[in-house]
């Protein structure tokens, strides 16, 4: 089992920054990758950004070169560091990670951005 516990969500002005975390417990040895997915009302969720434990990164191409992934490792913590954000990010954002069988996944966090 994995535990996911996400923080960091909120309201922030168009242009604004904000920094989501997400702390893993459990059986945290099995994990071999880790991200963020997000979904807007009545949209699909999708994937945001992905780091795997090697620390290869891959990201969505609405958030390329403005969100930025990484993790510590020390931590057992990734990190999605949102910047130049758009009314468009507007979502719930999800922290899962991925294992050997179903994924698991954290409880959501919102993020508005509204001036």
């Known amino acids: 089992q994995v535990q996911l516990v996400e923080s960091g969500g909120g309201l922030v002005q168009p242009g604004g920054s904000l920094r989501l975390s997400c702390a893993a417990s459990?059986?945290?040895?099995?994990?071999?990758?880790m991200g963020w997915w997000r979904q807007a009302p009545g949209n699909e969720r999708e994937l945001v950004a992905r780091?795997?434990?090697?620390?290869?990164?891959n990201y969505a191409d609405s958030v390329k070169d403005r969100f930025i992934i990484s993790r510590d490792n020390a931590k057992n913590t990734v990190y999605l560091q949102m910047n130049s954000l758009q009314a468009e990010d507007t979502a719930v954002y999800y922290c899962?990670?991925?294992?050997?069988?179903?994924?698991?996944w954290g409880q959501g966090t919102q993020v508005t951005v509204s001036s």
């Open positions: 899962y990670a991925e294992v050997p069988g179903p994924r698991y």
């Open positions: 780091i795997t434990s090697g620390g290869i990164t």
């Open positions: 459990g059986s945290i040895f099995s994990i071999y990758a």
